[in-house]
């Protein structure tokens, strides 16, 4: 089982990247899939969660109204559009899957991790 990410950058203040995460060895379509954060000196922490389905989601409260996660399943492909970056956004931005509940996910209880992609937002 592979999750690869790919979409981090170096970024200004206000940008809109789009991050992806493919899975590999995996159904997304059996697996809640979200995105967890890491920045320096700090804990991880979840950003965003959705569903087996795609019909529930979750986003931290830092994030709320600034990004969007979305499913689709026939590339089984999972991604966060963000918009309104800011500097308290840098971080190693992490893929997770969880089999077992959506719930579990937003707890952070992962089955599957990705390697990581860097987003850098610089003002």
């Known amino acids: 089982v592979q999750l690869q990410e790919s979409g981090g950058a170096l970024v200004q203040t206000g940008e809109s990247p789009r991050l992806s995460c493919t899975g590999s060895?995996?159904?997304?379509?059996?697996?809640?899939v979200g995105w967890f954060r890491q920045a320096p000196g700090k804990e991880r922490e979840g950003v965003s969660c959705?569903?087996?389905?795609?019909?529930?989601?979750f986003y931290a409260d830092s994030v709320k109204g600034r990004f969007t996660i979305s499913k689709d399943r026939a590339e089984n492909t999972v991604y966060l559009q963000m918009s309104s970056l800011k500097p308290e956004d840098t971080a190693m931005y992490y893929c997770?899957?969880?089999?077992?509940?959506?719930?579990?996910?937003?707890?952070?209880?992962?089955?599957?991790w990705g390697s990581g992609t860097q987003v850098t937002v610089s003002s």
């Open positions: 997770a899957a969880t089999r077992s509940s959506f719930t579990d996910l937003v707890a952070g209880k992962v089955d599957y």
């Open positions: 060895g995996l159904a997304f379509g059996d697996y809640s």
């Open positions: 959705i569903s087996f389905a795609g019909a529930r989601t």
